[in-house]
């Protein structure tokens, strides 16, 4: 789907994204390279990085990869260090990786807890951490995917709660300190959101997706194009004075939160 805005708002950029193999993330990146933007795109599997290129390269803008797991921050560090070598400045980065499957807290491993907070915010802050001394320039954005799971207990999502809380906690941190060398940060909530692997695990049937939808005040899912309009917006210099938001997108699920999470928990 095409982006509701018709000049290119990121031409001459370059944006390094992490998750950017699938999902949310790739979805983000195409809208970026559709704005004249570069992207690199950095994740654990080399073949899902490739196919999300060649869609980046088809979209009209630069692609390329970088295999990693953001939780190796010297693995992060070399490849950032690799991207601004190869293409200059880099000016925003996207922290999209992330982790989840459910499971009742009593019966979650240790090592269950500790991969999903490692990915979500281990992970974000690993690679906002290692993008410091590339992006440290007036104009550059952060901005990291939420949940509103960090507002809302979930039954079954402890981890990703706990993982999500940090997460904003940490843009909004970031956004007091690095706002004096003109560097934004933001953090975007999407809400349950139609074809992607975390509503896939949450709702995997079409009972589970019809009363989740019911809970939400717009009756629907979002979509990855509407996340994608929203991380265009707050990377573009539309934003210019927007850092340490937290911008929900989720068609008011948070709003109705008893609905909502009675809807989750039963999915």
């Given at each position: 789907?095409?982006?509701i805005?018709?000049?290119?708002l990121?031409?001459?950029?370059?944006?390094f994204?992490?998750?950017?193999?699938?999902g949310?993330g790739?979805?983000?990146?195409?809208r970026f390279?559709?704005h004249?933007?570069?992207?690199?795109?950095?994740?654990?599997?080399?073949e899902?990085?490739?196919?999300a290129a060649?869609?980046i390269r088809d979209?009209?803008?630069?692609g390329a990869?970088e295999?990693?797991d953001v939780?190796d921050?010297?693995?992060v560090?070399?490849?950032?260090?690799?991207?601004h070598?190869?293409?200059?400045?880099?000016d925003?980065?996207l922290c999209?990786?992330?982790g989840?499957?459910?499971?009742?807290a009593?019966a979650?491993?240790?090592?269950g807890f500790?991969?999903?907070?490692?990915?979500?915010?281990?992970?974000?802050?690993?690679?906002c951490?290692a993008a410091?001394?590339?992006?440290r320039?007036?104009?550059s954005?952060?901005?990291?995917i939420?949940?509103?799971?960090?507002?809302m207990?979930?039954?079954?999502?402890?981890?990703?709660c706990?993982?999500?809380?940090?997460?904003e906690?940490l843009i909004?941190?970031?956004a007091?300190?690095w706002?004096?060398d003109?560097?934004r940060?933001n953090?975007?909530?999407p809400?349950p959101?139609?074809d992607?692997?975390?509503?896939?695990r949450?709702a995997?049937?079409?009972?589970a997706?019809?009363?989740?939808?019911a809970a939400?005040?717009?009756r629907?899912f979002?979509?990855?194009d509407e996340?994608a309009?929203?991380?265009?917006?707050?990377a573009s210099?539309?934003?210019c004075y927007?850092?340490?938001a937290?911008l929900v997108c989720?068609g008011?699920a948070?709003l109705?939160r008893?609905g909502?999470?009675?809807?989750?928990?039963?999915a």
């Open positions: 789907m095409p982006s805005f018709r000049e290119q990121l031409a001459g950029r370059v944006a994204v992490t998750g950017g193999g699938s949310i790739q979805r983000i990146a195409e390279a559709q004249g933007c570069t992207t690199i795109l950095a994740g654990r599997k080399q899902k990085l490739e196919t060649s869609l979209a009209g803008g630069p990869v295999p990693l939780r921050y010297d693995a560090a070399a490849a950032l260090d690799r991207s070598r190869r293409f200059g400045e880099i925003i980065l999209a990786a992330a989840n499957f459910p499971a009742p009593a979650m491993s240790a090592n500790k991969a999903v907070v490692d990915i979500d915010l281990l992970g974000t802050f690993n690679t951490r410091w001394p590339h992006l320039k007036p104009g954005s952060v901005l990291a939420s949940a509103n799971h960090a507002v207990p979930i039954a079954f999502q402890s981890h990703v706990a993982a999500k809380a940090g997460v906690l909004k941190t970031l007091l300190e706002g004096p003109g560097v940060a953090c975007i909530t809400g959101t139609a992607t692997e975390g509503m896939s949450l995997p049937t079409a009972e997706r019809r009363s989740i939808e939400i005040p717009l629907r979002g979509t990855k996340l309009d929203l991380a265009l917006f707050l210099d539309a934003a927007i850092t340490g937290v989720d008011g948070s109705s008893p909502f999470t009675a809807a989750v928990q039963t």
